[in-house]
């Protein structure tokens, strides 16, 4: 799961009073060395100052006990030369800047209406100066379509640097944010570098964003909103839970690290991109140290494009995260990652093509909650795992591969198999997920369809297809034009590798299953067609339920052995031919 989902199109961004028109030009020049215009009052332990208006000091002393905050439906931001600060007790020496803006309200469905503080809003092509801690906004030039060479940072927990919502087409050029602080929802985009929201279309041009917090995301893209990063680096690093955080799912908390149950850990994604948001990147890198860098969450209709960009965790996560009606398409891309290339739940789709490349540690591609999505890895793409290749974890899914090479080290290339998810087990045995737990895209109109159908032209592959939930539905597989295949093909019976169901102690070895072939134990089964071209050596012993062999298709042993057949325990030739039952394609050591 990427993270809470099914959020609905209830977050909503209120703009309140109506905003005063920006200044056509807004100039921001260097945050340091200019003379005060205010002074501070006495401020005494125990005392309270309401700032009105926004006041800038040569230096400020706040004392223990001392409160400074803003009128009511205002918030409060100090900037010490042009640096977001935290106002704690303590002497702030240089230009000290107190901006209380408008409260740019959130609601959500899933936790209480709380409310933003960013350096810039922009709304409908224009900077909203009651909303916009501009004095956090330094050097460069500001306008109400473009801003070039500015940099914000903010060194305390849930500031924004950057919203824009309504209309407003806006480009960003050489943008810096450094933000470092925890964020507060990373769901709706509370504490996010970059936030964009309703009809907003926004592009980065050679943006460096970096952000140092637990759900501290860098991008978060909602409403309608669209989103074009170009030659540009994010990178996200982890941060310290709060004192007391209790880990949740679904219970009405904010969460603030991925749910362990996907054998993943970390607090911080790099993106996010929600409801009914699209996503371009060309050119970028983007580096998550844990949990994930390119996720979707919260989904209605998403769309992720990735061309010639890195894609890359450190420590753990995933590449990328397609969940409900998210389509995640990938050309020419690099993906170095611990855990996952992609996460898919639901209906989503991930495509791999042009010559995109996937190196994972571990796996290449899960699919787990709901079933309905699709995989397309093509035109010359390639993936290397540690684990397994694929893994559809009690879901239906549609699969097809393409002119790609495929490499698992541990020699399993697609792999259906019970869900392990403890939590999810927990609850199914309980009778079903409750509303907003993050593990599902929403209400279905029908139950899913639990068919796995893969379909393989012109690749060489050497690795097994294994299907180990015949209790949930049918695996179809289909060597199509041009497909040599070495390997198992066969049902099977997965079991925890360790001989032992995961925990929190042992989550990473979710996933990790060991295998027993042998026929089918539930009541589906496993269909393997060979269309004329294409040749499947047995490389063990392998047991199907259908077989369709083609004129001018082969299905042979490997070098120096034998290959057996039986249908229902009756020895058959191997011959062109429609065959259904209990089928067994031996393979055994020939005579001499």
Known sequence: MAGRADMKSARTL???VAAAAAAALLALGSAGGAVADSSAP???AGSAWVVE???TLAGLSIPPGVHLRAPPGHGLTMTVAGVDTAMAPGAYQGKVVLTPTEDIVVKSASVAPHALRTALYIEDGRIVPEKSVTAAVVGGVVTGTHASDISITSRAENFNGIIVTGTSRYVFNRLRLDLTGNGGDDTDGFGAGILTSGHAEVTLDAAKITTRGAIRTAVFVAG?????INNSAIEVFPGTLPAGY????GDGRVMMEVPWMLGLSGNVRATNTVEHGTIYYQHSHIKSHGWGALSTDGVQVVRLYADDTLIENEGAGYGAYALGDAIDTFRHCRF???DYGLI????????FTDGTRVHSQRFGVMLHQGGGGSLIIDKGSQFHTGSTLIEIKGRGANIAIDGAQLRADNGVLVQTMDNDDPFMKAMMAKGGMPPGAGLSPGPAAAPPKNDVAVSLSHVRLQGDLLHAQTDLGEMIVALKSDVTLSGAISTAVATPATGKDPTRATYREIGEVRNALGPATGQHGLSVSIESGSEWTVGR???????????GASVRAPAGHALVMKVNGADTELKPGHYVGQIELGVRASAG
């Open 541 to 551: 012993t392998s047991y199907l339920t259908k077989l369709d062999v083609a004129e």
């Open 14 to 16: 209120h703009t309140g």
């Open 246 to 249: 209790q880990e949740n799912i």
């Open 336 to 338: 170095e990652v611990v």
């Open 344 to 351: 898919v739940g639901g209906k989503g789709t991930g495509v």
């Open 224 to 228: 309608y909103s669209t989103m074009h």
């Open 42 to 44: 006495v401020l005494t």
């Open 53 to 55: 208006k926004t006041t």
